[in-house]
């Protein structure tokens, strides 16, 4: 099986939350890697169009610019035409809108055009759309169905981006897969974790779109009851001086010194608490449930494959809400229960899984004495 991704190299483990360095991973390590196939518009015309972007000071956005679209169609045609037949089925990772291979494809995605829509151009800004006009997502949208309908698979992290894609877009339910997602970091659950401190932990680089306010303003009224309980919070964060929370900041998880950071705070935490306004699946809540902690999360995404029953699904735009989901997971049973099933799901999530789930959308032959993962 290959793989096709543009504007970004798909075994670089930094890129796209490391889920294409997973898969291609597993793929290798299975023996069935194809290789990568770009489909980048062609670099020097694509650089020239961006020079004469910046010139103008057009340079936002500009890969969705009305003639970069053209110069991606004509690119989009060429490298089909072009495919050599030397993988039996490929994998069109996000930011390919067209279908650059023959034969059969799979694709992935976490959310569907719809959602993203939905979202507004605001929220579509953290999604990879940057500086996108509302008929340039229309663009994208357009051209994401026509990929998914003439695909030979749609796989996609969730049932909520699954039913969206058959409610909204009409693309046929037998063909869609969910296959869920991996996982970057894998705290062992420390033995001798503290439960009777309540000790929230709030991850996000969006703060506005992980709603980070909102926790902060649950964290002050919880310690009105319990004075003990703390918030640390990574990411993305504005400057905060409130009792019982500490700000991290960025964090590069990419560094020793940052992991060591992060799997710290993950030891530490008796809760985890991000009720973002939109999460199509979050990582970081598997991450959390490796580590033997439950999350609070948002109901407006793919949170009930990602977290399900290991921890507290809420409405994100419902402070009291937020507040009683913080305050019930200061009982320390209560925290301690829920990170035990949070801790037994994330098996379910890990990169070999997901490369495994992602093959079989595509039914090629089986592999001699490999049973590949189920769909989710």
């Given amino acids: 099986m290959g793989v096709v991704s543009a504007w970004f190299d798909p075994e670089d483990p930094r890129q796209w939350a490391g889920a ?27 650089g020239l169009v961006y020079r004469w972007a910046k010139a103008t000071g057009r340079e936002n956005g500009w890969t969705r ?9 004509l690119s989009d045609l060429a490298l089909r035409a072009g495919t050599r037949a030397d993988a039996e089925g490929w994998v069109h990772l996000p930011n390919v809108n067209g279908p650059v291979t023959r034969g059969r494809y799979t694709t992935f995605h976490d959310m569907s055009p719809a959602q993203l829509l939905k979202g507004g151009l605001e929220l579509a800004a953290s999604f990879g759309y940057p500086y996108a006009t509302k008929r340039q997502l229309e663009w994208v949208v357009r051209r994401q169905v026509a990929l998914y309908k003439g695909a030979y698979a749609v796989c996609v992290s969730s049932r909520w981006a699954a039913d969206s894609l ?17 996982r970057n970091a894998d ?3 420390p033995i001798d974790r503290d439960w009777s401190t309540p000790r929230f932990l709030f991850i996000g680089r969006h703060w506005k779109r992980k709603n980070g306010d909102a926790v902060v303003r649950a964290l002050t009224r919880v310690r009105k009851e319990h004075p003990e309980a703390r918030l640390d919070i990574v990411g993305g964060h504005p400057p905060i001086d409130v009792e019982g929370v500490t700000g991290h900041g960025h964090v590069a998880v990419s560094e020793p ?3 060591a950071t992060i799997e710290g705070l993950f030891a530490a ?8 306004l939109i999460e199509p699946f979050g990582l970081v809540y598997v991450e959390a449930a490796a580590a033997g902690v439950a999350s609070i999360a948002t109901n407006i995404g793919g949170t009930e494959t990602s977290v399900g029953v290991g921890g507290i699904i809420l409405d994100p735009g419902d402070d009291e809400a937020i507040y009683r989901a913080m305050l019930e997971m200061c009982d320390p049973d209560r925290a301690r229960s829920l990170g035990e099933i949070a801790r037994a799901r994330a098996s379910l999530f890990t990169w070999p899984q997901f490369g495994q789930r992602i093959l079989r959308s595509l039914d090629l032959a089986p592999i001699p004495g490999v049973e590949l993962a189920n769909f989710m």
């Fill in 65 to 73: 610019r009305a003639d970069m679209r053209v110069v991606t169609r």
């Fill in 187 to 189: 705290t062992p659950p």
């Fill in 257 to 259: 010194a940052g992991r």
């Fill in 269 to 276: 935490a008796t809760c985890f608490v991000v009720p973002s």
């Fill in 166 to 182: 058959v409610r909204d877009h009409g693309i046929a339910a037998r063909k869609i897969r969910v296959v869920g997602n991996g």
């Fill in 20 to 46: 294409s360095y997973g898969l291609i991973t597993e793929l290798r390590r299975l023996g069935v890697y194809a290789g990568h196939r770009s489909s980048t518009p062609w670099p020097k015309l694509s």
